[in-house]
């Protein structure tokens, strides 16, 4: 059997056990440091919650298929409650930089149309484009420009708020 | 590599107390250690936007340095719980512990690093620091990427006009409620074995402490700047034990990190399936023969996976009780037979049969294998090695002057047998087992100890001349039982050249 260690030398070694250890702890509870944009780089955030228009209009019930619903649920007028999807558009200084369309949520289709993008772009002076269509028709009906300088490590905030009629730019 | 760090660090800890068999014990210690310390720090804690990243200042600027430890030893302990269970998932994987009956402590096990690491995070929320605005971000927009259509979630932090206090309330909420799920999930992941050991040995829970103590000392816990949606920091000091996964994210997209995740977790869970391809003859459940079991309950209280449970007697036997095995449960260590008082081959009938067996190495079996081992053996001061599977590799220690017997667990042989294979004409008997703590099957080499102390039933009798016996936690160290044998051998020729020829 080998030789056990001297009780001194065995408190040295576990003392460095612990020592190894702790210093693992320490070092990776804060290093390395994360690099998360690049030094003159901004970041853009393309945020929104926006319910599109019905995508079909109401229209009148005929007699025939008022007499096949139940008598409880004769409306004379259907309304589906499905969405249209919601197409947005942005460009920085003419080159396109997102072009989503995205459906509405809820399983009958009927919510808000959410949308989170986030974008590192250089720092500096930019042109902004947004334009949002939210019809049956995919026709833009908001649109909105805004000039920009942005330094490094500025957060820029697209969102789109119906009550505020279109694009809120925030940050710049 | 794994054994080489276990043995590097048995010259360093006592054996009993080597931190690489106490992983689990030291991990549930660390998360123990982050609770106590967050109740204490919850008492002063604010839970409302302007209030969460002053709470932090405070404690961090307390002049008495109580503060800083509090924060300190919180986040450490922590930390350390993270890194310890990933050791011991590691340690248990490549030692095969989700086959067989193992597979319940597996599974259970395998959802509590994720409730470790949302514990962790939501905890490093409430802090509302730079590094937190990025992490509670980087987790939103991960978890938008599951197919459920809402990119809702990290608008919540666009702007702190978005927050309110209740968020904080409710991170709060989560950062109670997720370690007390830990803390029952622990609970329930050792229910299917007996005798689970939930902490360290002392000397390991004094050295742990000290060492978070002086590191929440030395380097205190600090948040960086105050949480500012309008502003992106370039570089950030993340906690890599528990922030690793957004950079990860970052770097192969959301959705690949929850495949990967999900994969290597549904691999996880897959693992104890195995154990169909891998069952051997050996791993054969424990088999009780009624006629000779009279229900004293001492494999019941040896088994180390409660594979072994005493029921009403079923027969017309007078005895209350019976054993009962689950062969589930049972990992065939053989532990129930050591401990069965009618396991010894002093019995005079020609088949033993003992109360509880292992089908595939009987008490009967052991006892032939004994007597034509030790019958057939040609040389002087001949040696009995009873020797477990698990540890040293035996064939290199048959010879004309030793008969090697392999055992399921060094547990596994009643002390009867040494008595007897000294009475067969053996000059001395060697026991040797797994290193000391790392029995394959948990207890062995405990219960060897206190049977050959007489501290447990059943004991090795008095009249067996100890110095004639020797017991070894060799591991695979075959040097350790070579030196034995020659020590055993020498003290044998002694003793013939001291004894007087007619």
Known sequence: MPKPLPKYLQFVLQTMAYAAFATVLGVFSVWPSYQQRGVNEAILKLSFSHSGQLKFACRQRDAAELAKTAVHMRNKMDCPRERSQ???ELDMDGQALFRISTAPLGLNRDGAATVYRRLAIPAGPHLFSARLADGPDGVIHFSS????????GQVLIIDFLTGSNGFVFTGG | MFSQVADFLDNIFPPHANPWRHLGGLAFLCLLLSCLSGIIAYTMYDTSVQGAYESGLRLQN???RLGPLLR?????????????VLL????????????GARWFSWLTGLGLPGLLLISGLTGLW????????YSVTATAQWLQALPLGSELLARNFLSTQALNDRFFSLIMFIHIGVPLLLLGGTWVHVQRISMARFYPPRSLIWGSLGMLVALALAFPAESLNPADTSFNAAQLSLDWFFMFIHPLAQALSDQTVWLMVSGVGLALAMLPLLTKFMRTAVSQPAQVHLAHCNGCGRCAADCPFTAVMMTQRSDASPHKFQAWVNPNLCTACGICVGACPSSTPFRRIEDIVSGIDMPDLTVAMLRNQLKHELAALTGLHQIVLFSCRQAANLSCFADHSTAVIPLHCAAMLPPSFIDYALRLGAAGVILAGCKEGACEFRLGDQWVRQRMAGLREPQLRARVPRERLRVLWPGRDHLVIQKAAADLRRSANLTALQTPHD
């Open chain 1, 86 to 88: 919601v197409l947005v």
């Open chain 1, 145 to 152: 420009d805004h000039k920009v300088d942005l330094k490094p």
């Open chain 2, 62 to 64: 307390d002049p008495m």
């Open chain 2, 72 to 84: 300190g030893l919180h986040r450490y302990a922590a930390d350390a719980a993270v890194l310890l």
């Open chain 2, 88 to 99: 011991h998932l590691i340690r248990e994987t490549v030692q095969f512990h989700f086959l």
């Open chain 2, 126 to 133: 409430l802090l509302w620091d730079e590094r937190a605005l």
